[in-house]
């Protein structure tokens, strides 16, 4: 396994799951924007088993 | 769409594509032939190309759902660029077949598509094949230009009575960081005259991405600008950053909750018109 950060290519798709819980989709696509409408209001506590209550996914439609 | 503007949009479209002999369609003044072949900062000559369209309910709440358009090739890069891919390799992404894309456009209408919504890249490098693409689309569509407003005037003027929203991306308030960040030190000069240009005939909406670290010298100088320049315009604060996954020159966290607030503030005490 590389340390270097892996550059996406043209097609790639990337998701990113942050130390605090958050997911994060990078300029999805459409089925990318759909699984982010899933899981919002969706939570991973991690004392308990696989728990989902409160919204932690977000996405950045627009390009930055 | 205004009707007139509409009936002359293919007569636009080709007045633009004359123009790529000698593109000068943004301050980079290439000067390249795209017409044979040339490609100039872009990356792109005279094809125009395409990546993604979805409809998507996220953009600024007036536009949603909005059917975005992804035109691949940028004149700007940015150091957090999110589909910068497709800027530095515009040549991957698909050709625009016209009545392909306006099939599309129809169906996405159908599917409940308020706007039809520009994008890229940067729109503002492919306006002749845009402007083709709106002849052909239903003069009712409201058409949104998602763009980072870098771009000369005989672009603003082609696309007057045609894009009904501006959507403007403005993205730095110092030349320094907009050299570092953006690669243009032009950057703020052109794109807040392009704002006001846009303001003239067409609805604005100014859309600042918080870049963490960057609220005094980027955040503030834009926010006191519109307030003194162009009050009436809409402000969108995007406050969710995504920093590149290489180190770089781009802020390397996220926003966090102080910032966030402390930009809201900022606007707020400037008595902005803020949406979201």
Known sequence: MTMKSYKR??????????KDGRVVFVSPDQGLVEVARDLEGCRVDP????????????????PQ | ?????????????????????DCRLCPRQCGVDRLHGQKGYCGLDA?????????????ETPLNPSHQVYFAGCNLRCAFCSVEEWNLQPEAAQPMDRQELLAVIQRRR??????LNLLGGEPAVSVHGILELLAGVDVRTTVVWNSNMYYTEPVA???VGLADVYLADLKCGDPVCAERLLGATDYIEVVRANILRARQVGDVIVRHVILPGH???????????IADQAPDVKVSLWGEYVPPAEAGSAPQGYLGPAEREQALRMAGDLELHLIE
């Open chain 1, 9 to 18: 290519r043209p097609g790639d798709l990337e998701i990113r799951l942050l």
């Open chain 1, 47 to 62: 004392d308990k088993e696989r728990t989902w209550d409160d919204t932690q996914a977000t996405s950045t439609g627009s």
């Open chain 2, 1 to 21: 769409m205004k009707e007139n503007a509409h009936r002359e949009a293919l007569e636009r479209s080709r007045a633009m594509r004359d123009t790529l002999r």
């Open chain 2, 47 to 59: 094809t125009v190309r395409w990546f993604r369209e979805m409809l998507y309910g996220r953009e």
């Open chain 2, 110 to 115: 159908q599917q409940g598509a308020r706007t």
């Open chain 2, 157 to 159: 003027q082609a696309l």
């Open chain 2, 215 to 225: 609220l005094d010298c980027c955040l503030r100088p834009t926010l006191e600008w």
